[in-house]
Nanobody, 121 residues
Framework: QVQLVESGGGLVQPGGSLRLSCAAS????????MGWYRQAPGKQRELVAI???????NYADSVKGRFTISRDNAKNTVFLQMNSLEPEDTAVYYC???????????????WGQGTRVTVSP
């Protein structure tokens, strides 16, 4: 079984910072792309940032220059450093990972359970 566990969410004031972490564990052969998505109340889940295995990132336009995604392949962990947070960043943040559990199985996407981020005075 593969599990993704997020941590680091919470309540922060506008302009503040948070660092999210997501650790993947279980039967994992190799993790390819890892990413962060978010879902605000009443809205669809949207991409925040993704990062390839070799560390190449891509960001949603709304977070460019404020958020930084990184990963530690040795620990199967992805991070999201969020700076200059705005009320519009309030959402449940989910991590995902595209991975193989063996060298002979297809790549499959797994999701974490989500961590809530609230940006409010």
């Amino acid at each position: 079984q593969v599990q993704l566990v997020e941590s680091g969410g919470g309540l922060v004031q506008p302009g503040g910072s948070l660092r999210l972490s997501c650790a993947a564990s279980g039967d994992i052969f190799r993790i390819y792309t890892m990413g962060w998505y978010r879902q605000a109340p009443g809205k669809q889940r949207e991409l925040v940032a993704i990062i390839t295995r070799d560390g190449s990132p891509n960001y949603a336009d709304s977070v460019k220059g404020r958020f930084t995604i990184s990963r530690d392949n040795a620990k199967n962990t992805v991070f999201l450093q969020m700076n200059s947070l705005e009320p519009e960043d309030t959402a449940v943040y989910y991590c995902n990972a595209k991975l193989q559990i063996t060298a002979f199985t297809p790549m499959t996407v797994y999701w974490g359970q989500g961590t809530r981020v609230t940006v409010s005075p």
